[in-house]
């Protein structure tokens, strides 16, 4: 099999690991950076780069653009317009809605559910994606055959990839990833000085991350994130009145009612 990878970060870099390992895939890799390029050879990452889109998809079977969230509409549109009339294209944001409109039955979002603290091809690792979920939000006029294609390949990976609407996607991203790293920002930016303590550390883990990174993920995703911070204040709201008048029962109530939600989320129910 002959796959792509347009974009040579941790999430590339595992794609090609991956591919190449468990697929015995030839992988030609992709990145603006010359120096990305060198480095994904150096880790064995991809067999050989290109300096080119065009270049890179030539003859690809499937191609993965895991490229930042600001560039992908442009760069999936550039992959579409160079690649095979037979090549499957996804990519590996976690923002879809911005991507449901291209129109290409060859084209179906992505989104693995996976990561490291750690970026770039030197935290890249073939296992990267074991057991992790990998949404995919394919539009209406997919090519059911690519789709097939591609939840195989992802299969080989060790991916569980999971069918889900763009709209469903954004939602529970927006909430379940987006939303925290909006908390997180919040609780270092109004921490007196010396704030400290595993509770601390456990809730601002994501503070700060990439402004590159993140700044384009706030803005693609911003009404289903804007939706879920008034939820969120409004809940703030209700605690901050109990915790006035004194309220045992009520955040009794409202702390038990937490612990039987993150069971659920933990049972998968």
Known sequence: MRIAVLGLGLIGGSIGLAARRRLGATVVGYDPDPAARRAALGHRAIDRDADSVAGAVADAEV?????PVGVLRELVSEVLAAAPADCLVTDTGSVKGMLSDLGDPRFIGGHPIAGSE??????ASIGLFKGARWYLTPPPEVNRQLYRRLSWVLSEIGAEPAEISVDEHDQLLAASSHLPHVLANALVTLAPPGADGPSF????RVAG?????????????????AAQVDVCIAQLEQ??????AGDAAELRAWND?????????REGT
Do not use: C, H, M
């Not at 550390?201 to 601002?204: F, I, L, M, P, S």
């Open 63 to 67: 191609v993965f653009v895991a490229a």
């Open 118 to 123: 750690s970026a770039g091809i030197e935290a």
């Open 201 to 204: 550390r456990d809730g601002t």
């Open 209 to 225: 991350s990439n402004s590159d990174i993140w700044v384009d993920i706030y803005t693609a995703n911003a009404g289903q994130i």
């Open 239 to 244: 605690v901050a009145a109990w915790l006035r």
């Open 257 to 265: 009612a937490a612990a039987a939600a993150r069971s659920a989320l």
